[in-house]
Each structure stands twice: as C-alpha cells, then as structure tokens.
C-alpha cells in the first residue's frame, strides 16, 4: 500500500561487496534518485562497506567507489539493499554480527545477485525463497540447503526480503518497491524516465534460452539442438528438419522434445529467434527490417508480434529503454566514482 506524502526522505543504504558491479550499482541508485514525492526527494542513499575501507575497487581495480565503513553509520534504514560484487565473497564475522544487529531496525532488505552468499552466511535467508544469478544459483543451494533458490525468476518477494540476479531485474526489484511505497503512478512515471517498461513480473526468466536448455539436454541426443538451431535461424527450422538434425523419426522427435523442453517446437524456435533479435537490439543501430531477416522472422510484423508477446513491449521500444538506460548509467557513474 502507498505510504503516502513522506515527512522526510526514506534511507536507502547500499552495502557494497567488492569488487563492485558497477552496472548493478548505477542502475539501482538511478531508479531511487528519480522518485520524487509532491516535488521533493523521495530516497536518499548511502553506500556501506562491510569493512574499515572508504573506498571499494571497481571489477577492473581502475575505478573506486567512495564508502562509508559499517561501523561508522548509526540509527535506522528504510531498506537495505546487499550488492553482490563480481565474483562470491562471504562476510567477516564483525559484518555478519552488523546485519544481525540491523535486522529489526530496517524495514526491508534486497539481495542483488553474489550477495545472497554473504546474507545466507549470516542466517538471514535461512528458510527463504530467493533467486540470484544464474551463475551463482546451483553453488548456493548446496552450499546453504537451507535457503530456497529459485533459479530462474528475475526478482523474488518473501516477505520483507527481496532478492533479485541483478542488472536489469535490478530495476524491476527496484520499481516494484517504489510502487509499493508511492503508488502504481510513481513508478510508471520513473519507469517512463528512465525507458523502461513498468514492470516485468518477477516470475519473468533470467536466462538465456539457449543456454538454460543446452544445461538440460545435456546427455541426450538432443544436446546440440540449441547451438545447431541457432547457427542456422534463418533457415526452416520445422518438426522434421529438427528430428533429422537429432538423427531421430519426426514422431519419437516430437515426444521427446516435449519432455526435455516442455513447449512446442514451433515455440521453441520462436523463442530463439526472438533471443536472437534482441541481442542485435542491444548492439543497435540496425533496422528492424533487417534484424526480422537475420533472426528467420518473414517480416518486421511477424517480429514485433513475437517479440512483444514474449517481452511485453515492442522491439522499438526494447531497443530505446537499453540505450536510455545505458547512457543514464554512464551519467550518474560519473557522479558515483572516484578515480585514482
């Protein structure tokens, strides 16, 4: 429910692990600093470092992000948002007690993407539903059975726990907490701003399709499917052209595909086309006529009406929403780092 007009700011404290995501970073504090509450202010943030330093190294050790030690903030936060770095790093025991202690006075916490690592050893997951990145998914659940890791959702709410892979999903966590704290019209509002569309669900998958369903067939006859469709998208890519490739009779090829990737084949390869758009629509700077031609799609119609119903927006406005956000990231870094 919205909160209402704010008497003062709310406090959003990034607790930082290094070395930083900068991107992760960037994209968050971009969507807090953009709410606004009757012309003023909305959040107000700080980022923490988990030990004494006041800087944290970037992923490349040539940028530094200015800090403020644990150790050093008192009183409460709003939220309180773990960024996970570039490779899995767990807390040191004084940074483990700080999160303890902090617990009942924050009113929420996130998790981004390596992060869940760090919170999981602090017991603060124990016995909840979260998701992370991919790359980090499988370790986590054996390293902490204890936790409920959910894979492929792009963000997860558990209560007063959110969770998100990071990156993009970043930002759908991230208005989806605004909505919660405004209203549906602040979000839609800071959505637009920042070109995005409000909001992807967080039941929405992270992966790649081809990747996620490569991990999947692997051991069957079908484990080059993905890579072998994908090199040749522009070609018909029907029911028997993919049993010959799998060396298999369309009719036990139909089965068994149903088991293994739980759609259609005709689905399936809508999915990797569409996969395939997208990634020339981040690139940029081709057209989308040409982009139907390079992914199998017969014409741009055909594109926009598959693209859309998978991404809920148009290739176009896809395509504007990354270049946006990719600008507004590259802005708002300058204000956030300091160099050597």
């Not at 959003?12 to 953009?34: E, G, R």
């Not at 030690?69 to 940074?95: K, N, Q, R, Y």
């Not at 919170?119 to 992370?132: E, P």
């Not at 090829?253 to 084949?265: D, G, L, S």
């Amino acid at each position: 429910m919205p909160h209402g007009t704010l008497v003062q700011p709310r406090l959003v404290a990034f607790l930082v692990l290094p070395p930083v995501d900068l991107l992760n970073l960037t994209a968050l504090s971009s969507v807090f600093s953009s709410a606004k509450m009757n012309g003023r202010t909305a959040y107000v943030t700080t980022i923490l470092s988990p030990n004494v330093e006041r800087t944290i190294r970037g992923a490349e050790d040539t940028v530094f992000i200015n800090c403020t030690p644990i150790s050093e903030h008192t009183g409460p936060f709003d939220t309180l948002i773990a960024l996970g770095g570039t490779s899995v790093m767990e807390l040191p025991h004084s940074a483990v007690d700080w999160v303890e202690s902090r617990l009942a006075l924050t009113r929420r916490i996130a998790i981004v993407g390596s992060a869940s690592f760090a919170l999981a050893s602090a017991g603060v997951l124990n016995g909840k539903r979260i998701t992370t990145h991919w790359r980090y998914a499988e370790a986590l659940a054996r390293k902490h059975p204890s936790v409920k890791v959910d894979k492929d959702t792009i963000f997860v709410k558990d209560g007063n726990l959110y969770s998100t892979a990071g990156h993009m999903a970043g930002i759908d966590m991230a208005l989806s907490m605004i909505e919660e704290d405004l209203g549906h019209a602040q979000a839609i509002s800071i959505a637009k701003d920042l070109i995005v569309y409000m909001r992807r669900p967080g039941t929405e998958t992270q992966c790649s399709t081809m990747l996620a369903q490569q991990a999947d067939v692997g051991g069957t006859r079908m484990r080059d499917l993905p890579s072998w469709a994908k090199a040749r998208i522009t070609q018909r890519l029907d029911v028997s052209t993919l049993a010959r490739a799998a060396a298999m009779a369309p009719r036990t090829f139909a089965r068994q595909f149903a088991n293994h990737f739980h759609m259609t084949p005709a689905r399936w390869v809508q999915s990797l086309r569409v996969e395939a758009a997208r990634t020339h629509l981040e690139a940029g700077g081709v057209p989308l006529k040409m982009i139907a031609s390079l992914t199998g799609f017969r014409d741009e119609q055909a594109l926009r009406r598959a693209f859309t119903q998978l991404h809920v927006v148009s290739p176009r406005e896809y395509r504007d929403r990354v270049g946006k956000l990719l600008r507004e990231n590259h802005s708002r870094s300058q204000n956030l780092l300091s160099h050597r």
